[in-house]
């Protein structure tokens, strides 16, 4: 059973740096894109970050170009997103998902989502 | 970017109705139209990709069909647990997109 767990989320003031961390199960992680996904409260879907099978691909939102790093470790089968320079917008629950690409991708496994609040 | 327009925003129909939401794109994504459902307090599940394929285990009253650049997704005998938000999404080029999102209530 494909299992994704994430974590490393919370309250934080603008400005601060939030390291969000999600832990894979139950298939071969290097075999997967990797890609967060967030959701503002009562808000829409919003695609932030992709990274490809060894990560030598990254890919990002234009709001979060240059704050946010999508990493992974294929040892460990966890991905990560390093977030900086944090402001009220990026609130939302983020999820870690999985990505078939295709030029875009589509996103097949979810998992629950961890919440991210910036606030003072 | 490539815009998703997706309507209605909301909808209500009966148990055993057939309802349709529609996704229209900005520009031709060449069928890499994506569909799913959220529950409240849920993640999001994957139903259709490729405008019209399946995903496994997702029952066949969903399915998937494309017009040009105006995508469909079709629930037929519509079932209580059918209620939910569905949001459709290209996956033809970076960034992905989704549109806005249908509430389906169920009467």
């Known amino acids: 059973e494909v299992q994704l767990v994430e974590s490393g989320g919370g309250l934080v003031q603008p400005g601060r740096s939030l390291k969000l961390s999600c832990a894979a199960s139950?298939?071969?992680?290097?075999?997967?894109?990797m890609a967060w996904v967030r959701q503002a409260p009562t808000k829409g879907l919003e695609w932030v970050a992709s990274?490809?099978?060894?990560?030598?691909?990254?890919y990002y939102r234009d709001s979060v170009k240059g704050r946010f790093t999508i990493s992974r470790d294929n040892a460990k089968s966890s991905l990560y997103l390093q977030m900086d320079s944090l402001r009220s917008e990026d609130t939302a629950t983020y999820y870690c998902?999985?990505?078939?690409?295709?030029?875009?991708?589509?996103?097949?496994?979810w998992g629950q989502g961890v919440m991210v609040t910036v606030s003072s | 970017d490539i815009q998703m327009t997706q309507s209605p925003a909301s909808l209500s129909a009966s148990l055993g109705e057939t309802v349709t939401i529609e996704c229209l794109a900005s520009?031709?994504?060449?069928?890499?139209l994506a569909w799913y459902q959220q529950k409240p307090g849920k993640s999001p599940q994957l139903l259709i990709y490729?405008?019209?394929s399946l995903q496994d285990g997702v029952p066949s009253r969903f399915s998937g069909s494309e017009s040009g650049t105006q995508y469909s997704l079709e629930i037929n005998s519509l079932q209580s647990e059918d209620a939910a938000t569905y949001f459709c999404?290209?996956?033809?080029?970076?960034?992905?997109?989704f549109g806005s999102g249908t509430k389906l209530e169920i009467k």
């Open positions: 998902t999985t990505g078939i690409t295709t030029g875009g991708d589509y996103f097949d496994y």
């Open positions: 139950g298939f071969t992680f290097s075999d997967y894109y």
């Open positions: 990274i490809s099978y060894d990560g030598g691909s990254t």
């Open positions: 520009e031709d994504i060449y069928s890499n």
């Open positions: 490729d405008a019209s």
């Open positions: 999404q290209q996956h033809h080029d970076y960034p992905p997109t």
